[in-house]
């Protein structure tokens, strides 16, 4: 059984920056890529970034270009997501999320195969 645990979420000042970390289980890589995402309430999922579990590749939403870093540390069997340069935008429930399919677009968090509950990241002065 797959089972994604996000951690790491907080609140912050902008300008600030917060780890998240997703503990994955039961998860074999190579043929997934693993996602964060967010929701803001009353707006729609929206996709962060996305790493090849198997090639390591990376790719990000344009907001977040040069501020998000998404990595995978296979051993330890943990996602992160590395956000820097915190806007009161980037405030939303992070969800870590993984999937065969590579898509940069998703309506729905039940649209994954698999997904965590996720952590709340609130960005205010």
């Known amino acids: 059984q797959v089972q994604l645990v996000e951690s790491g979420g907080g609140s912050v000042q902008p300008g600030g920056s917060l780890r998240l970390s997703c503990a994955i289980s039961?998860?074999?890589?190579?043929?997934?890529?693993m996602y964060w995402v967010r929701q803001a309430p009353g707006k729609g999922l929206e996709w962060v970034a996305l790493?090849?579990?198997?090639?390591?590749?990376?790719v990000y939403e344009d907001s977040v270009m040069g501020r998000f870093t998404i990595s995978l540390d296979k051993p330890r069997n943990t996602l992160y997501l590395q956000m820097g340069s915190l806007m009161p935008e980037d405030t939303a429930m992070y969800y870590c999320?993984?999937?065969?399919?590579?898509?940069?677009?998703?309506?729905?968090?039940?649209?994954?195969?698999?997904r965590g509950q996720g952590t709340q990241v609130t960005v205010s002065s």
């Open positions: 790493i090849n579990s198997g090639t390591g590749t990376t």
């Open positions: 999320a993984a999937d065969q399919r590579y898509r940069q677009r998703w309506d729905d968090l039940k649209d994954f195969f698999h």
């Open positions: 039961g998860l074999t890589f190579g043929t997934y890529a």
